[in-house]
């Protein structure tokens, strides 16, 4: 696909894997449509960015705002060719530790609003069109602590490749991309509720996987599902097919996470066990 003049939504586009693949949105020529809930950081990263990055300050949580956000895409910046569903909510630690409404929101915003956007850009798509969704490695294995986030992006990786077929009869491919642990800061402000599992994972910066989302929105297929990186795609896969040889790692990884954490946390200038 050549991008150039082409328009893309990007949920969740004012930091991490957002933002890095916004900036190759535009460096391939493309106009984004930026969509984050806090304005003020929207706003800067769209000035970062330059004139064909234009800030839609959004929470897709309202799924009413969401709906009507391809149409007021349309009319500023006249078509729409791309979307990327990256915005994510996760609540870590126990699931009893949070209220009943934290725990939907979660699932509003990592498989309800993909869904429902998916939906309305679906109606107003030219054949060509391309949807792609950071999903994770978490929902194929699920991860201590991540009971409802695993949840979630099960529910959003089986959803987009059953979609597939229906998306295809318009034209209109899918693709799922699953990160493991990404170097951003959303760990910081809650690092003692993140496993030490997830630390046994290599970590990925947002630029790795925005990369790879931007090979699927190039790609000419349909129904992509691609991990990052490849050999924890690997392993998840193994523990979710054999969950006693998964029981049985899971004491060395655990160890190994706990050491990575800890350098993780020096190197941020955080603290913690």
Known sequence: MDLKDHVAIVTGASSG???AVARMLVAAGAQVAMVARGAERLTRACTELGPR????PL???DLKALTALPDAVLQQLG???VVINNAGLHHRGDMLRHRPQQLADMFTVNL???VVLTRVVADLMAPGGVIVNVASLAGKLGVPGSAVYSGTKAGLRFWALSAAEDLGRRGIRIANVNPGPVDTNFFDDDFEHVSDLTFSQPMVTPEQVAAVVMDCVRSDKTGLD?????????????????PGLGRWLRPILEKRGAAAKRRYLARRGLTGG
């Open 17 to 19: 894997i957002g933002l």
């Open 53 to 56: 990055a234009v800030a839609f």
């Open 59 to 61: 929470d897709v949580g």
């Open 79 to 81: 078509r729409l060719d």
């Open 112 to 114: 309800v609003a993909p």
């Open 226 to 242: 691609v991990d990052i990186p490849y050999m924890s795609g690997k392993l998840s896969t193994l523990g979710y097919l054999s």
